[in-house]
């Protein structure tokens, strides 16, 4: 047997990611559709059956790697052999991230790109010195958290390099220290969100960042993307809770936060809040937290449309009233959510558009809260729908990527998008990327809504649903540009929240402009010369 096919045969030697290789999640939560929704699919989409099966992780060819038996050496000699593996069973589940062209190329019976190897370092003295093997062989360096990337953000790109290697950091996984009084505990990177909040709850704390992936991604993942968790009307953005970073890059470390704020010049932890691996490799983050709470309470509510729920939510966020959660799905996406679950809570479903509200604290914060809010979104037309939808909201709000999943097993193309833009320009972006969508993607179903508000604007989340078709990776990116180009014609920015990997990377300058770009550029030619870090990604 050659060395390659050795290689390929060996049975994972690392921990592996938590997710399916093919497919979000845990295979134990994946849900079959109905056939009703099947039904429903044929009928509105055309969608007639089952897509053809992708292959099992035995058949799945990858491409041999490219690290040399001295490269291989090099690396065990700093993480030991048995943080060191070209096994394909290994490399296959770091061999991207989890959109749905990520999820249809695991189907393809070609040979796959992967990482050449995966190399799990123990801390940032072993980081550095990876960083600077990579360097010196030019091998290419994709760090690695929770693999839920949705904008080809883990590629492994190799570009002109020799070789290309995941640092997948799960090994940096404590709670390194909390300040109780403060209010700030450091974070391993590698962390992923139901750990840390395991660790913290121990001491009667939590984060309270709760984005979709929050059951797989990582603490520096947040960090890297900007991530924003569904509780950001309450506790704010990732990046808003960070107080401070420790940085491995190819030229040195850097420890970012001295205080709760500082006038010492530009506030350098913005460079790498966002910067996606492409600057330097996050090892752990001190972060915002605060005491578990004491008392939630849950309301849902009903607008005629959703004009009049937008208004009412700005007026919510403008006021300050304080829910944690505060969301407003669109016609449409009501219409569906009616379709799938027929009744939300045991209560009957409703028609024009939902929306839910959530409120933490102690019981007397939760009541001013809760009073308010209620008064501001009865005020703006709404009809309260009692609690059992927000909760019904609540109990299923990390489980929608399965459904995508499922929906391409049933043969429809299933995927996302988002932005955000001023209250006052908000009608017209969800309007030009409908259409946008629509006109690319001819009978299809576009959904839409509200998942983040500020005072001066909001986020648009799409859901776009159509037959797989003929060609789909061709298909959605096609759609993908037109939705891009809409974005960027209508004032949006090119993301709010699923960061820029390849996806977004070609309208960067449109967000940053040429001198943003130059700006990049230098930092990037700064920190790692040699251009190791997350080729391809970010930086046009």
Known sequence: MTPEKQAAAQPALLPLPPMKWDAWGDPALAKELSADIKGLLAAALGVTGDAAPGPDASEVALRPSALTPDDLAALAAIVGEANLSTADADRLPRAGGKSTPDLLRRRSREPQDAPDAVVLPG??????????????????????????????????????FAAVLSLDLRRLDQLLDLDETSGEALLGAGLTGPAAETLLAEHGHE???????????????????????QNSAGHGRFDEMVRGLRVVTPVGVLDLGRGPASAAGPDLRELFLGSEG????????????????????????????????????????????????????????????LAMTEKIGGEPAVSGCLAVTVFEGTADQVATRHRLTRAALLAAGATSLGEAPARAWEHGRFNAPYLRDSLISAGALCETLETATTWSRLADLRSAVTAALSSSLPNSLVLCHISHVYPTGASLYFTVVAALGEEPLTRWTTAKQAACDAIVATGGTITHHHAVGTDHRPWMTDEIGDLGVRILRAVKAELDPAGILNPGKLIP
């Not at 990582?218 to 924003?228: H, V």
Request: aromatic letters at 8%.
């Open 207 to 229: 984060l309270g960042h709760y984005p979709q992936s929050f059951r797989f991604a990582t603490i520096g993942g947040f960090a890297a993307t900007r991530s924003s968790g």
């Open 123 to 160: 801390g940032e003295n072993e980081i550095a010195a990876l960083l600077a093997l990579c360097t010196e062989r030019r091998i290419a360096v994709v760090p690695f958290g929770g693999g839920t990337s949705v904008v080809g953000g883990l590629d492994p790109e190799r570009g002109d």
């Open 278 to 337: 492409a600057l330097g490799v996050i090892t752990a983050v001190r972060v915002r937290v605060h005491p578990v709470p004491a008392v939630k309470a849950y309301e849902a509510w009903s607008f005629p449309d959703f004009a009049t729920g937008a208004a009412a939510l700005r007026a919510v966020e403008q006021q300050d009233t304080g829910p944690t959660v505060i969301r407003l799905s669109d016609e449409a996406e009501t219409m569906v959510n």
